[in-house]
C-alpha cells in the first residue's frame, strides 16, 4: 500500500497520515456549544435530582410516594395527582420534582439556540440559501413541537 503524501503546511490536518477536512468554524462553535451545553444540563438534572431524593426542596410528589403511582397511565397520573399539563409545569418550578424539568427543557433547547445564534447568522452572513432556509425550518419546526402546536403520536 503506497503512503500518502500530505501537501506542504498541511501537517497539522492529519492524523496518523491520514488527510482531515477543514471543519468550518461555525461548526466547531456549535459542537462546542453542544458540548459546554449538553454538560452543564447533565450537571443541573443530577443536582435537581439529588434535592428531590433527598427532599430538601419540597416535591408535589415526595420521592418515598413514587413508588405507589408507577402503575398508573401518564392520564391517570395527571388526574389523580391533580399535576399541570403542557407548559403550565413551569408554574410549579418551585417543587423539586418539577425542577428537573428545566434541565430537561434546556437540553431540549440547545439546538434552537445553536441555531439561531450561530448556524443561521452564519449562513445568512454568507447568502447560503438552501442552508439558511433549512435552518429556518429546523427552527420553526422546533418551536412548533415544544410549543405544543405540532404534536405527533398517541400524546
Not at 402503575?71 to 425542577?99: H, N
Not at 419546526?141 to 415544544?146: E, G, K
Amino acid at each position: 500500500m503506497e503512503e500518502m503524501k500530505v501537501p506542504a503546511g498541511k501537517e497539522e490536518n492529519t492524523k496518523s497520515g491520514a488527510l482531515c477536512a477543514e471543519i468550518p468554524k461555525v461548526q466547531l462553535q456549535y459542537a462546542r456549544l453542544l458540548h459546554f451545553g449538553s454538560t452543564l444540563g447533565i450537571i443541573f438534572l443530577g443536582t435537581s435530582f439529588l434535592l428531590y431524593i433527598t427532599g430538601m426542596i419540597p416535591a408535589h410528589v415526595p420521592a418515598e410516594l413514587m413508588h405507589g403511582y408507577c402503575s398508573l397511565s401518564s392520564a391517570e397520573l395527571v388526574q389523580v395527582l391533580e399535576m399541570p399539563t403542557g407548559w403550565t409545569w413551569f408554574s410549579q418550578i418551585g417543587k423539586a420534582d418539577y425542577l428537573s424539568l428545566l434541565g430537561i427543557a434546556f437540553l431540549s433547547g440547545l439546538t434552537i439556540i445553536g441555531y439561531l445564534t450561530l448556524l443561521l447568522p452564519s449562513f445568512l452572513r454568507e447568502r447560503d440559501v438552501p442552508y439558511s432556509l433549512i435552518s429556518l425550518a429546523e427552527i420553526l419546526l422546533l418551536l412548533l413541537a415544544a410549543s405544543g402546536i405540532l404534536a405527533v403520536g398517541a400524546h
